[in-house]
């Protein structure tokens, strides 16, 4: 595991295509992007999933993550590469700077605010 001391935490919320071949796109891609996701961790990607459209549809429309990077753009970067962009299941992402207060603690970096 590499030092992760001097790395930034960020929240990164993405949203999927919504045209009829988004789905099929996603689920083509899916084993590419979960094995980059599992070699990522816990350096880059400390956690991640899908996000419903509702619990009950569990329709995928997007999805979250927590990540780990020294800078915005390096972030940037990353996810550019990622199977579900390259494979045009993810659209569009906004990234927020972050901040853990509760639970994944041994996978952050830095002291935990609350």
Known sequence: MSDN?????FLVVIRDY???GALERR??????HL???ET?????IVCGGAIFDSHENRKMVGS??????ESEEELREKIAQDPYVLGKV????????????????SELPGPVIV
Do not use: F, H
């Not at 001391?5 to 935490?9: D, E, G, I, P, V």
């Open 5 to 9: 001391s001097n790395k930034k935490q």
């Open 40 to 44: 990522s961790y816990p350096n880059y």
């Open 18 to 20: 919504t045209d009829e």
């Open 90 to 105: 993810w659209e569009s992402w906004t990234i927020y700077p972050y901040r853990n207060a509760v639970g994944l603690k």
């Open 64 to 69: 979250a993550m927590i990540c780990l990077a």
């Open 35 to 37: 094995a980059m996701a």
């Open 27 to 32: 689920m083509a891609a899916r084993p590419k």
